[in-house]
């Protein structure tokens, strides 16, 4: 399989942006706090919008991995509301066809490297206890769990840890 891009989503994405995320939901809808009924309904000039508050905030990075033209994977790296020095990760997803052959990795790397790029401290994510293919990937990059698991918001019954990887000492 050859390897795939890694690139910011523009906010002339959106339509593969929202074609991306449904596929998401679809495959693993107990990853995610919200649901695919949900986000379908959103209206398609939304996604779009989304990119374009992303591109001027500053404090946003939407990646997608791309493979002969075609989205396969996404996260989102967004700079914490409440702490400037960390960086966190959302919406983290791979196709199915694509796990095990580098894009999460290639994705997890490209998130890391902008919140290095930043100047954060920490990148945190939150995990689906039950997905333990990606708690090891996590682990591989670095990431320790931080204390017990919680409940997922959005998710009743569903819970998910929280890791944390140390990128630079704080001041």
Same mark, same amino acid.
């Given at each position: 399989?050859?390897?795939?891009?890694?690139?910011?989503?523009?906010?002339?994405?959106?339509?593969?942006?929202?074609?991306?995320?449904?596929?998401?939901?679809?495959?693993?809808? #107990?990853?995610?706090?919200?649901?695919?009924? #949900? #986000?379908?309904?959103?209206?398609?000039?939304?996604?779009?919008?989304?990119?374009?508050?992303? *591109?001027?905030?500053?404090?946003?990075?939407?990646?997608?991995?791309?493979?002969?033209? #075609?989205?396969?994977?996404?996260?989102?790296?967004?700079?914490?509301?409440?702490?400037?020095?960390?960086?966190?990760?959302?919406?983290?997803?791979?196709?199915?066809?694509?796990?095990?052959?580098?894009?999460?990795?290639?994705?997890?790397?490209?998130?890391?490297?902008? *919140?290095?790029?930043?100047?954060?401290?920490?990148?945190?994510?939150?995990?689906?206890?039950?997905?333990?293919?990606?708690?090891?990937?996590?682990?591989?990059?670095?990431?320790?769990?931080?204390?017990?698991?919680?409940? !997922?918001?959005?998710?009743?019954?569903? !819970?998910?840890?929280?890791?944390?990887?140390?990128?630079?000492?704080?001041?």
């Amino acid at each position: 399989m050859a390897q795939a891009s890694i690139r910011r989503l523009r906010p002339d994405d959106g339509p593969a942006y929202r074609s991306i995320r449904l596929r998401a939901l679809e495959d693993s809808p #107990e990853a995610f706090g919200s649901s695919l009924a #949900e #986000e379908a309904a959103r209206p398609l000039d939304s996604w779009s919008a989304r990119l374009d508050k992303a *591109a001027v905030s500053g404090i946003d990075c939407p990646l997608v991995a791309e493979l002969d033209g #075609e989205a396969v994977g996404l996260v989102w790296a967004k700079v914490d509301a409440d702490d400037a020095d960390t960086v966190n990760l959302y919406q983290m997803w791979v196709a199915p066809q694509c796990r095990g052959r580098g894009v999460a990795a290639a994705l997890l790397d490209a998130a890391v490297a902008w *919140a290095r790029e930043r100047g954060a401290h920490t990148v945190g994510l939150g995990v689906n206890c039950a997905n333990r293919a990606a708690v090891a990937l996590y682990q591989r990059a670095g990431f320790t769990v931080l204390g017990e698991a919680y409940p !997922m918001a959005g998710a009743p019954g569903r !819970m998910e840890y929280a890791m944390r990887l140390r990128l630079h000492a704080a001041p």
